[in-house]
């Protein structure tokens, strides 16, 4: 019996391409192993089938961005905890990006833009280091969108208090918020670069305690119909 051998050294066998090539096909999903897309070059083959795909191109796989709908439960402190959810068995099966599921795109994923302590829903995963830039440097522009569960009685003219600019607790100033019911106990959040803990104190000074935060948006891009602990691809082109 041979020994295994590199599945790039067996595709170069195959379709007589260069060591580079054959790392390019794999490494974009091109290459199947019995049917599974095996996307390591090193991965080892012995007798089984492996393929190229007939659409199979060389040119380089675009680093993955990941929406996650958060179902909580985590250190906001720590975001990468949210990491294990992530698997290919959890990805939306409605997911319409055209995005192939690969095992890199799980690889050296970067959190961004955390939630609201105690909150829910929308966070991102990126491989894209200029997506980390975008959110860090345009935080102050990106728009974020809380939906925010209340109990207790509003103060008189607490719906103006809320949209009105607040101070956190050092003294300096924050944008003003775009805040409006949506029903008789759940407030509509739109502001910028929240600090921790803002929308609970904002509420707070309005008579209202936070029962359930869920971030929906954060700039353009949404959760759209994810269900909690699923997440969806961030197609290619789209920003936030």
Known sequence: MSDPIRLAKRLI????????EADKYIEGG???VDGEIIDQPQFKVLDQTVELHPNATLT???PATIILNSPGGFD????TAALKLITAASRASDDSSGIRTLKRHFARLMPTAPLEEGATGLLVFTQDGRIVRKLVKDRDRNEQEYIVTVS???VTNGLEQLNRPTRVSGGWPLPAARVSWQNETRLRFALKNPQPGQIETMCKNAGLTVETMIRLRIGRVSMAKLQPGQWRYLPQGQRF
Do not use: D, Q, Y
């Open 60 to 62: 380089a796989a675009e």
């Open 30 to 32: 091109w290459v199947l």
């Open 13 to 20: 066998e195959l379709i007589h391409c260069s060591r580079s």
């Open 76 to 79: 906001p402190g720590n975001p």
């Open 152 to 154: 207790g009685n509003i």
